[in-house]
């Protein structure tokens, strides 16, 4: 991914804190990203910023996309229900690394409460910067879509 591209980043109330720090490294860095919230740690409901984030990664062709929520779990479900979208909930950096090398993974879902800030990025840069090896590995992200 360039970082001319417009990454789509969400989250829930238990990810506000980690969505804004990434959001503000990542800036730093030259990176550029549209905020479908949440904007505030008051609680809402995940599936309200998940959903943007997937049609915006449906929408633009090779872009990348961020979800966060406490568990990661709800958010990551949430995304994976559109066609084309293959969420990656990941905890650790190898595991994002895979993701992207192996699934063609095309949004991160961090579990926030569950992760320091430090990992939470580094998986973010991981995530950003590995591209998928393709080879044996197109065969079966084909077979990921429902016919």
């Known amino acids: 991914m360039t970082?001319?591209?417009?990454?789509?980043?969400?989250?829930?109330?238990a990810g506000f804190?980690?969505?804004?720090?990434?959001?503000?490294?990542?800036?730093?860095?030259?990176?550029?990203?549209?905020?479908?919230g949440t904007y505030s740690e008051e609680s809402i409901d995940y599936p309200d910023y998940g959903h943007p984030v997937a049609?915006?990664?449906?929408?633009?062709r090779n872009t990348l996309g961020i979800v966060i929520c406490g568990s990661g779990n709800g958010i990551n479900m949430?995304?994976?229900?559109h066609q084309g979208i293959r969420g990656a909930l990941c905890w650790?950096?190898?595991?994002?690394?895979?993701?992207?090398q192996h699934n063609d993974a095309n949004?991160?879902?961090?579990?926030?409460?569950?992760?320091?800030?430090e990992e939470g990025i580094q998986m973010v840069e991981k995530f950003l910067t590995t591209e998928f090896e393709g080879g044996r590995h197109q065969?079966?992200?084909?077979?990921?879509a429902c016919r």
């Open 55 to 60: 049609q915006h990664v449906l929408e633009n």
């Open 107 to 117: 949004i991160i879902a961090l579990p926030a409460r569950f992760i320091s800030t």
């Open 139 to 144: 065969n079966r992200v084909n077979k990921i």
């Open 78 to 81: 949430t995304v994976n229900k």
């Open 17 to 36: 804190e980690l969505k804004e720090a990434i959001k503000s490294y990542f800036k730093e860095r030259g990176y550029t990203f549209k905020d479908y």
């Open 3 to 13: 970082k001319n591209q417009v990454i789509p980043i969400g989250a829930d109330h």
């Open 92 to 100: 650790k950096e190898d595991l994002a690394e895979l993701a992207r």
